[in-house]
């Protein structure tokens, strides 16, 4: 029966994830290395996951909260090769548009569907190679860029299947663009099989899947989309001495100096508000012109000008 369900793009709000059709797993676990924090966070991910957009507000503020004690390491999990997949009442890109609009309401972030009907992807192999080519010019651009993308997906209907698009992002993200370009023709497409493999020793069958491991090698696995206490939890777990750092709240704008866009849900996420308190503050902000907005069917985001 679950077979009939299995579809990487009717990603499931109510569980959080995004899951593919389950291949070969493999015995053995990999050890996960911690570098030069007490914790290594291993992300998967995929530039087209909505249920990885819906945890941004969450580990924005896990980074800002815990960010002296761990790393995050970002890998691309391949979400759509191609539209061979015909499953769970998917069988073309246009159906994915309403599902993608209801998982827009369920997590209180702006997406907009309708690239499934105007500019649909045919895989997201291209922009999880892009990845890893931005990761190898820079951790901290690249995953900016990553950011960069989802927005041109979710709100502007780019599709980001394209080098036109991707190249975009990449100049938004202060990438070198032909670098990027040759290592997304060469040595990216390597990383990101290696990711792949990783994904399939550690058992990854959806996205997004975050791993938490300490420098024994003890491991928690958080899957899905999940509320910031269960990250937050994790990360305790392995490493109870952490001091969470209180985000100051005097100046409404400051966030924006860390996050040059942010979605009400992100705003409130942050800084413990509700979401409809964050969304009037960002209103008012916006209406005396300290701030940009982009408004889609589904939302808005707010931008730093």
Same mark, same amino acid.
């Given at each position: 029966m679950s077979e009939d369900k299995t579809n990487p793009l009717l990603c499931d709000?109510?569980?959080?994830?995004?899951?593919?059709?389950?291949?070969?797993?493999?015995?053995?676990?990999?050890?996960?290395?911690?570098?030069?924090?007490?914790?290594?966070?291993?992300? &998967?991910?995929?530039?087209?996951?909505?249920?990885?957009?819906?945890?941004?507000?969450?580990?924005?503020?896990?980074?800002?909260? &815990?960010?002296?004690?761990?790393?995050?390491?970002?890998?691309?999990?391949?979400?759509?090769?191609?539209?061979? &997949?015909?499953?769970?009442?998917?069988?073309?890109?246009?159906?994915?548009?309403?599902?993608?609009?209801? =998982?827009?309401?369920?997590?209180?972030?702006?997406?907009?569907?309708?690239?499934?009907?105007?500019?649909?992807?045919?895989?997201?192999?291209?922009?999880?190679?892009?990845?890893?080519?931005?990761?190898?010019?820079?951790?901290?651009? =690249?995953v900016y860029f990553m950011r960069i993308l989802r927005e041109k997906l979710y709100l502007d209907k780019k599709n980001i299947a394209k080098w036109t698009i991707i190249e975009e992002a990449a100049k938004a993200a202060d990438l070198d663009i032909?670098?990027?370009?040759m290592d997304y023709e060469g040595d990216a497409k390597k990383l990101f099989q290696e990711d792949l493999n990783l994904g399939k020793t550690l058992g990854v069958r959806g996205f997004p899947t975050l791993f938490f491991a300490d420098e024994n090698q003890n491991k928690l696995t958080v899957y899905g989309s999940k509320p910031y206490a269960s990250y937050e939890n994790a990360l305790l777990a392995l490493f109870p001495e952490a001091k969470k750092k209180n985000i100051k709240n005097e100046n409404p704008l400051a966030l924006f100096d860390i996050f040059?866009?942010?979605?009400?849900?992100?705003?409130?996420?942050?800084?413990?508000?509700? &979401?409809?308190?964050a969304k009037i503050i960002l209103e008012r902000l916006h209406e005396k012109g300290l701030l940009d907005k982009k408004t889609i069917k589904n939302g808005s985001l707010y931008i730093k000008k």
């Open positions: 709000p109510v569980s959080g994830t995004c899951e593919m059709p389950m291949g070969e797993k493999s015995n053995e676990s990999p050890h996960i290395q911690t570098e030069n924090k007490p914790i290594k966070i291993v992300y &998967y991910t995929d530039p087209i996951c909505s249920s990885c957009w819906g945890i941004e507000p969450q580990l924005r503020k896990l980074k800002l909260e &815990y960010g002296d004690y761990f790393e995050i390491d970002y890998r691309m999990g391949g979400l759509l090769p191609d539209w061979s &997949y015909n499953s769970g009442g998917i069988s073309k890109p246009s159906d994915v548009a309403h599902h993608w609009d209801e =998982a827009s309401l369920y997590y209180e972030m702006p997406i907009d569907g309708n690239v499934w009907i105007e500019d649909p992807l045919d895989s997201s192999y291209p922009s999880c190679i892009a990845m890893k080519a931005a990761q190898m010019q820079s951790k901290e651009k =690249a032909q670098k990027l370009k040059p866009t942010l979605a009400p849900k992100e705003y409130a996420v942050i800084l413990d508000k509700s &979401y409809s308190d």
